[in-house]
C-alpha cells in the first residue's frame, strides 16, 4: 500500500497489484446512485447514502484487518455498515439510512433500526471513534442536515416513503456492485450503458414491422390486427399513466404493445421498457420477436432477457457472487412476472439492484390474468406508487382482462383502454367453437386417442404427470414420429426448437400432435384447428383456445373441447378457480370468451378468496409495509414460539422456490454441449463471475421443484455452480440424463410459474 494514511476500500483484484481508494470508492459509487435515483427525485438522498455507506472502513481495525487478509480473500471481518448509518439517521435520514446498514446483508424491518446500529456501534466503540476522526477528511462537503434532500411526498405518506427507500436502496447497492465489480476486473471505471435513443429504436421497430407484415401476406384478421396497433399507437401519446390492452388472443398484443412502449417512452424521455410475462415460454417468444425488430448485428443488443433465479445474495454462493447479479442495464427488458415482482419486494443487495430502473419505465405486463390472486394487494398497490410518484407506465395486456378496479388497492386509479370496443373485437375475432367433455369423465387415454385421430391436434394438461402419460400414449402407438412434448422440464432452447418443429409442420400441413402444460396458453403463438383443454380457471380455458384457429384460415371455426379427465391431475389452488368456472360456463351457460360473464366471474373469485380481509396474507403484507417492516415482507413476521419467521405470510409469487439447472444435455451439438460445460466450468472457477456467461446460461436452465431433492439419487445428480450445496435458491449443474423428448426424466409437482 502506498502513502501513509491512505484509506483503503478494496484490496487488489488476484493477481493484480492496484488497492482501491476509498475516497474514490465513496465519490464514484455516490455519483452513480445519484444518476441512477435523479429521474425519480431521489438523486441527493441516493448520493449521501452511498457516500456514507462505506465510511465505517475509515477505522483503524478495519483498514489493519484489509491488510491482512488482502491475500488470501477471506473477509474482513469489522463492521463498516454501522457509522454511516447513524450519521445518516442523525442528521435527518431517518428509516432511509436502513439502505446503508442493509447494503450487505439487507434492508431490516425499520422500527428496530436504530437499536440495530447502536447494537453494532458499542461493541467496539474505538472503531466507530477512529473512522470518524477521518470522516471531516473523506467527505468536506457532508451537510449537516440532509432531511430538506427528502421529497415531502416521502415523508407524508408511508406507502410512498417505503417505495421510496426500495428504489433509493436499488440505486446504492447496483452502483456498490458496479463501482467494485470494475475494481476487482482492472477497469478504469464502472460499466454503465449509455441512455438509449427510444426515437431510433421505435423507427427501427416500425420498420422492421412492416417488412415482416409485407413478407406474410394477408390473413383474414390482419386488418383488425392493423387497427388494433394503430389503435395502441394513438394512446403511447396520452400522458403516463396505467394503460389496459384487452383484445381476443390473436389479435397480435405482443407488437402492438411493443409498439406502444417504444413510442411512449420515445414520447415522454422514459428510461427503459420492462416487459414481464408469467411463463418462462412466453420471455423466449417475446424476446425473440424484440431481438429480430431491434437488435442490430455488431452493436450492444437492444434486448435483455433475464429469468435466472439463482441466490447470489446467499453467502455460501461465494464471496463474490452477488457481483454478477443481473441490474437490467438494457433498454428493453423481457423478464417473468416472478423476477419482476419479487426483487421489487425482496430485501436482499443482488435482487434488488435492479428495481431502480422501473422508475420512469414502461411496465408491459402481458398475460396479466397469470398474476397470483394471494398477492394481488400489494401488487397492484406497488403499480399505483410507480405511476404515480416515479413516473412510471404501466400497461395491463390480456384477452382475459381481471377486474382489478373492484379491489380496494385500483379503484381509483385512472385507466385508458387502448382498444376502442372490446365486445365488437371480440366478435369480429370469434374463431372458434366449444364443445365439453365433464360428464361422463373420459380417461386421458381416451383424450390422447381422440386427438391422435386429427391431423394436428394440440393437448393442454395441467400437470407435467399427464402431459407424460399422454405423450407416451402416443409414443407407445408408434407416432412419435408426429409428437411433440412441452413441459418445464424441457430448457428454453429445446422448447423453442421443439416450437419451430411444430410451427414449420402446422405451416406446411404434415400431420403433428403437440401435448403441452399450461405453459403453451398464454401467447405462445401456435394455430392447431382443434384444442383439447383440461378443465381450468376460465381464463385459461378462453388462452388455450386462442390456439385454435388462430390465424382465421379455416372454412369453418376451430374446435376447442374442454374435458374433465377421470385420471388427470390438478394444482391444488385450481379448486376454487374451477368451482367459479363451472358457475359461469359450461353446457347451457356462457362460453369463456363472453366478456360479461368472464368479469363475473373474476368478482366471484376475488370474493371467495377474501382478498379484502384483513387477515389475508396479501393484506398482512401491506400493514408491513406501512411499518417499513421489510423482513416480514420478504420473509414473513417472526413467530414468537419459534423464533423463526412464518413464510406462509411472506411475499412470494409460488409456493415453493425452485432450483435453477443447467443442463449442457440439451445443446444441440456436441461441440456447443462442449462449450456450455466449459462455460459452467469457468463460472464455478472465476473469483468474479462474469455475467455475460451467466446470460448464456439462461437458455440452457431451467427450474426443479424442491420436493425433487427428496428423490433417492437426484442430489447426487447435481452439481452447485456457485457455493457447494445443493438446495432451494442455488444455481446448479445438472449431470445426469436428459430425454430428448421430455427433458429432465423427473416429474415433480406442477409449477403454477416458472422461475
Not at 381450468?536 to 374442454?562: F, I, K, W
Request: with cysteine; charged share 25%.
Amino acid at each position: 500500500m502506498s502513502g501513509e494514511g491512505e484509506l483503503w476500500a478494496h484490496s487488489p483484484a488476484p493477481g493484480g497489484g492496484r488497492w482501491h481508494s476509498l475516497a474514490d470508492h465513496l465519490r464514484g459509487t455516490a455519483e452513480l446512485a445519484r444518476r441512477f435515483a435523479a429521474p425519480f427525485g431521489g438523486g441527493e438522498v441516493a448520493y449521501w447514502l452511498a457516500a456514507l455507506h462505506d465510511v465505517g472502513k475509515a477505522a483503524c481495525a478495519w483498514q489493519e484487518r484489509l491488510a491482512a487478509v488482502a491475500q488470501t480473500g477471506r473477509p474482513v471481518g469489522v463492521d463498516h455498515k454501522a457509522l454511516g448509518t447513524r450519521v445518516a439517521f442523525d442528521r435527518g435520514l431517518g428509516g432511509f439510512a436502513g439502505a446503508i446498514f442493509g447494503h450487505h446483508g439487507g434492508l431490516i424491518d425499520a422500527p428496530r433500526l436504530r437499536e440495530a446500529f447502536r447494537l453494532r456501534l458499542d461493541e467496539v466503540p474505538a472503531n466507530a471513534a477512529s473512522a470518524e476522526r477521518r470522516l471531516a477528511g473523506l467527505l468536506p462537503d457532508l451537510p449537516d442536515r440532509l432531511d430538506h434532500f427528502v421529497p415531502e411526498e416521502w415523508r407524508l405518506d408511508p406507502m410512498v416513503g417505503e417505495m421510496a427507500l426500495r428504489l433509493c436502496y436499488s440505486a446504492l447497492v447496483d452502483a456498490d456492485s458496479l463501482d467494485t465489480s470494475a475494481h476487482f476486473q482492472g477497469l478504469s471505471g464502472p460499466r454503465v450503458r449509455p441512455d438509449v435513443d427510444f426515437a431510433r429504436l421505435y423507427k427501427t421497430f416500425e420498420q422492421r414491422r412492416r417488412s415482416e407484415l409485407a413478407g406474410r401476406g394477408c390473413t383474414p384478421i390482419s386488418g383488425l390486427r392493423d387497427q388494433v396497433y394503430a389503435d395502441c399507437l394513438a394512446a403511447a401519446e396520452q400522458d403516463r399513466g396505467v394503460f389496459r390492452l384487452g383484445a381476443p388472443t390473436g389479435a397480435g398484443k405482443t407488437l402492438a404493445s411493443g409498439g406502444f412502449a417504444l413510442r411512449h417512452a420515445e414520447k415522454h424521455g422514459l428510461r427503459r421498457v420492462v416487459v414481464a410475462v408469467p411463463f418462462l415460454t412466453i420471455t423466449e417468444q417475446n424476446a425473440s420477436v424484440y431481438r429480430r425488430l431491434l437488435d442490430e448485428g455488431g452493436a450492444e443488443p437492444a434486448v435483455l432477457e433475464h429469468h435466472s433465479q439463482a441466490d447470489f445474495d446467499d453467502p455460501r454462493a461465494g464471496r463474490w457472487a452477488r457481483l454478477a447479479a443481473e441490474n437490467w442495464d438494457a433498454p428493453v427488458v423481457v423478464t417473468t412476472f416472478v423476477r419482476l415482482f419479487e426483487s421489487l419486494y425482496a430485501r436482499k443487495p443482488s435482487t434488488m439492484r435492479r428495481v431502480h430502473r422501473l422508475a420512469n419505465s414502461v411496465i408491459v405486463l402481458d398475460e396479466v390474468q397469470a398474476l397470483p390472486h394471494a398477492m394481488l394487494a400489494p401488487i397492484l398497490d406497488g403499480l399505483r406508487l410507480l405511476v404515480r410518484h416515479f413516473g412510471a407506465t404501466v400497461l395491463l395486456s390480456s384477452a382475459t382482462q381481471p377486474e382489478f378496479w373492484a379491489l380496494d388497492e385500483f379503484k381509483d386509479v385512472p385507466c385508458v383502454d387502448l382498444v376502442r370496443d372490446a365486445p365488437r373485437l371480440v366478435s369480429d375475432l370469434r374463431r372458434v367453437r366449444y364443445e365439453w367433455q365433464l360428464d361422463p369423465r373420459p380417461l386421458l387415454a381416451s383424450i390422447a386417442d381422440q386427438a391422435a385421430s386429427e391431423r394436428a391436434a394440440l393437448v393442454v394438461v395441467n400437470t407435467t404427470a399427464d402431459a407424460k402419460a399422454v405423450y407416451e400414449r402416443w409414443r407407445d402407438g408408434e407416432l412419435g414420429g408426429v409428437a411433440w412434448h412441452l413441459s418445464t422440464r424441457m430448457c428454453p432452447d429445446h422448447r423453442r426448437r421443439v416450437l419451430e418443429q411444430v410451427r414449420r409442420r402446422l405451416l406446411h400441413g404434415e400431420p403433428v400432435l403437440l401435448v403441452a402444460t399450461q405453459l403453451i396458453e398464454a401467447g405462445v403463438d401456435v394455430d392447431f384447428p382443434v384444442v383439447f383443454r383440461a378443465m381450468a380457471p376460465a381464463d385459461s380455458l378462453l388462452q388455450a383456445a386462442g390456439r385454435a384457429n388462430r390465424e382465421g384460415r379455416m372454412t369453418g371455426a376451430g374446435r376447442v373441447v374442454v374435458f374433465a379427465a377421470e385420471d388427470g391431475g390438478q394444482p391444488p389452488t385450481y379448486k376454487t378457480l374451477v368451482g367459479c368456472t363451472e358457475r359461469q360456463f359450461g353446457p347451457g351457460k356462457a362460453d369463456p370468451d363472453d366478456l360479461e360473464a368472464l368479469g363475473r366471474y373474476y368478482r366471484n373469485v376475488y370474493d371467495l378468496l377474501n382478498l379484502a380481509d384483513g387477515q389475508h396474507v396479501g393484506q398482512r403484507i401491506q400493514q408491513a409495509r406501512r411499518r417499513w417492516e421489510f423482513e416480514t415482507v420478504a420473509e414473513g413476521p417472526m413467530d414468537a414460539s419459534t423464533r423463526r419467521r412464518d413464510r406462509k405470510v411472506a411475499f412470494r409469487m409460488i409456493d415453493d422456490e425452485g432450483i435453477a439447472v443447467v443442463t449442457p444435455q440439451a445443446a444441440e451439438t456436441p461441440e456447443l454441449r462442449r462449450d456450455l460445460e466449459r462455460t459452467v466450468e469457468g463460472l464455478r472457477q472465476a473469483p468474479v463471475p462474469d455475467l455475460v456467461e451467466l446470460r448464456r446460461l439462461q437458455a440452457y436452465t431451467t427450474s426443479l421443484h424442491p420436493s425433487t431433492l427428496r428423490r433417492s439419487g437426484v442430489m447426487a445428480l447435481m452439481r452447485p455452480v456457485f457455493g457447494d450445496e445443493v438446495r432451494r435458491g442455488v444455481l446448479v449443474e445438472w449431470v445426469g440424463d436428459y430425454d430428448a423428448a421430455t427433458g429432465i426424466d423427473l416429474d415433480p409437482h406442477l409449477e403454477q410459474f416458472v422461475i
